[in-house]
């Protein structure tokens, strides 16, 4: 099975290891190539799918700064993708493409399997791009009090605002002068900037602002321990890294893939025993 990874900046992801090893574990050969267009020509989203389509490819995963558009390439668009309007999974179907937001479903899974039963409170989100947006809808699923959306682009926020919103999910938007105040009203604080990522190093928010009473989230995990994640540490808060949503995305993906139901069961199984691994070799946590 052909599968590949769209996006920039990627030539460190751990996507190949985690799909290669998906294949082993369910008897599923897979090959998974990167497609980096900081290190290649790649044109347009739509030019690059069209040509792994042609090669025989199962499918591919897309990231920054191309998961808005993959909806717009495909044929069918699965719920999840429709609502949030992003997404990172591409699916080939005689000819066709499905869409998916794996994003959502494994930010839903990750939060658990992280943070078991907590409430996320009231939160404070940061970047409402194609991950941002997966992920206050996955807020949305688990409960959350109300989601704050705060985007240097504030037609963003506001627009993801109205899209909850219409949802019937509690939301509401902030400029960036707010921020410090926002961080004092919520329980939890999750960056979806590409802020803290090995090619923009940094913290989204002021390390000082976070409490032990904080949970936080960081969809970078590149590096695993970005400045966010560490600063939360120092304080004493609860941390949910990008590694879970890597994972769990990640396995949500290979089932999308895979065409046969005792597979994916066989994916779905493996997910807590690679969770243990990943958190091991790239959060250095031994906890399993």
């Known amino acids: ?23 082993e574990l369910t008897g ?11 290190e290649m020509p ?16 199962r499918g591919v995963n897309v990231t920054f700064p191309w998961k808005e558009d993959a909806v717009r390439l495909a044929d069918t668009v ?24 794996t994003d959502f479903t494994g930010f ?6 992280t943070l078991g039963e907590r409430a996320p409170g009231r939160v404070l989100l940061v970047g409402t791009g194609g991950v941002g947006k997966a992920v206050a809808f996955g807020l949305g699923r688990l409960g959350a009090e ?5 985007d240097l682009d504030a037609a963003k926020a506001r627009g993801l605002c109205e899209e909850l919103e219409a949802e019937g999910l509690p939301a509401s938007w902030i400029r960036p002068e707010r921020l410090a105040a926002a961080v004092a009203r919520c329980d939890g604080l999750v960056n979806c900037t590409p802020i803290g990522h090995e090619k923009s190093p940094g913290c989204p928010m002021p390390g000082e602002l976070i409490e032990a009473r904080h949970w936080i989230f960081d969809a970078v995990y590149v590096p695993a321990v970005t ?26 993906a290979f089932k999308r893939f895979c065409e046969d139901a005792d597979r994916r069961a066989a994916a779905d199984e493996q997910a807590a025993a690679l969770f243990a691994h990943y958190k091991r070799e790239l959060l250095k946590e031994n906890d399993g």
């Open 28 to 38: 599923i050969p897979a090959t998974y190539d990167l497609f980096d267009a900081n």
């Open 1 to 23: 099975m052909q599968l590949g990874l769209i996006g920039k900046a990627i030539m460190k992801s751990s996507a190949p290891d985690l799909h290669v090893r998906l294949g």
């Open 227 to 252: 400045e966010f994640i560490a600063a939360a540490r120092a304080a004493g808060a609860s941390v949910m890294s990008g590694v879970s949503l890597f994972v769990f995305q990640g396995v949500d």
């Open 78 to 101: 699965t719920e999840g993708a429709r609502m949030v309007g992003a997404a990172n999974t591409l699916v080939f179907e005689d000819g066709r493409i499905v869409a998916e937001n």
């Open 108 to 113: 839903v899974s990750g939060f658990r399997a």
């Open 146 to 150: 109300e989601i704050v959306l705060l």
């Open 42 to 57: 790649v044109d347009t989203l739509a030019s690059q799918v069209r040509r792994v389509m042609a090669q025989g490819y």
